[in-house]
């Protein structure tokens, strides 16, 4: 079992920063892909951005060159920089890890609003 736990998320105003934290911890053998997704109410969990092991990443159109994902590998952590937040990034942000199984983090309420 991989135990996920993202913190960082909050209110900013358009225009602002975040950055997103997600630990793994548990029976963890060899995390091979960890990302974040997002999702609004009523909608379906969108695609934000991944990284594997090696450090290939991909990105949603909609955030490319405003954010950014990184990864440490020798503590399980995924991290999202987001900048030049808009409103349309207001969502709960979810952190996940494929390892044997999808695993995926409790997720964290970003808001962007003046």
């Known amino acids: 079992q991989v135990q996920l736990v993202e913190s960082g998320g909050g209110l900013v105003q358009p225009g602002g920063s975040l950055r997103l934290s997600c630990a793994g911890s548990?029976?963890?053998?060899?995390?091979?892909?960890m990302g974040w997704y997002r999702q609004v109410p009523g909608k379906q969990r969108d695609l934000v951005a991944t990284?594997?092991?090696?450090?290939?990443?991909v990105y949603a159109g909609s955030v490319k060159g405003r954010f950014t994902i990184s990864r440490d590998n020798t503590k399980n952590a995924v991290y999202l920089q987001m900048n030049s937040l808009k409103p349309e990034d207001t969502a709960v942000y979810y952190c996940?890890?494929?390892?044997?199984?999808?695993?995926w983090g409790q997720g964290t309420q970003v808001t962007v609003s003046s």
């Open positions: 996940y890890a494929v390892e044997t199984y999808v695993y």
């Open positions: 548990g029976s963890i053998r060899s995390i091979y892909k």
């Open positions: 990284i594997t092991t090696t450090g290939n990443t």
